[in-house]
Antibody
Framework: QVQLQESGPGLVKPSDTLSLTCAVSGYSISSRNWWGWIRQPPGKGLEWIGYIYYSGSTYYNPSLKSRVTMSVDTSKNQFSLKLSSVTAVDTAVYYC???????????WGQGTLVTVSS | EIVMTQSPATLSVSPGERATLSCRASQSVSNNFAWYQQKPGQAPRLLIYGASTRATGIPARFSGSGSGTEFSLTISSLQSEDFAVYYCQQYHNWPRNTFGQGTRLEIK
């Protein structure tokens, strides 16, 4: 059974960098899937942040591209997200997810709420 | 960017009745289209991909249809656990996939 679990600080100060990790179990991150981050501000809809492949190839949402860095650690079967220079608008539940055969999201982590506040 | 527009924003239906949710794409996405269900405090769950293929473990009362720019999700006989928010998503323009704003399905 594929499982994903996000971890990281729940509170980040404005202008700091948000850092999250997604641990994958029950499936090799080196398989032929892209791995993604999606976020959801409180009471709002879903926004994709970016994708990473086990090789390290990435795609980022153009609206966040200047602030986003994603990385992968195949030895730990996990991937990570960094979002720099955060403000209150970055407050959201952050999800990690696996893309299926045709790039829909078929497995999701439970999500982690990150609040940007001083 | 392909804009996905869901309607209605809120749909009130009685248990046991049929519900139909709609989603329109601003340009053709062929059948590169998915539906997700999200309950409060939970992650979205994949229901339908390829516009009409049910994901693993999804009950047969959920069905998807459409192609191009017009799509619908039908729940044939609503159960109590089906009341949730539903999102559509296009992945035709991957990686620039986009979601709709959601339809809240509530108990009438």
């Amino acid at each position: 059974q594929v499982q994903l679990q996000e971890s990281g600080p729940g509170l980040v100060k404005p202008s700091d960098t948000l850092s999250l990790t997604c641990a994958v179990s029950g499936y090799s991150i080196s398989s032929r899937n892209w791995w993604g981050w999606i976020r959801q501000p409180p009471g709002k809809g879903l926004e994709w942040i970016g994708y990473i492949y086990y090789s390290g190839s990435t795609y980022y949402n153009p609206s966040l591209k200047s602030r986003v860095t994603m990385s992968v650690d195949t030895s730990k079967n996990q991937f990570s997200l960094k979002l720099s220079s955060v403000t209150a608008v970055d407050t959201a539940v952050y999800y990690c997810a696996r893309t299926g055969s045709y790039n829909y999201f078929d497995y999701w982590g439970q999500g982690t709420l990150v609040t940007v506040s001083s | 960017e392909i804009v996905m527009t869901q309607s209605p924003a809120t749909l009130s239906v009685s248990p046991g009745e049929r519900a139909t949710l709609s989603c329109r794409a601003s340009q053709s996405v062929s059948n590169n289209f998915a539906w997700y269900q999200q309950k409060p405090g939970q992650a979205p769950r994949l229901l339908i991909y390829g516009a009409s293929t049910r994901a693993t473990g999804i009950p047969a009362r959920f069905s998807g249809s459409g192609s191009g720019t017009e799509f619908s999700l039908t729940i044939s006989s609503l159960q109590s656990e089906d009341f949730a928010v539903y999102y559509c998503q296009q992945y035709h323009n991957w990686p620039r996939n986009t979601f709709g704003q959601g339809t809240r399905l509530e108990i009438k």
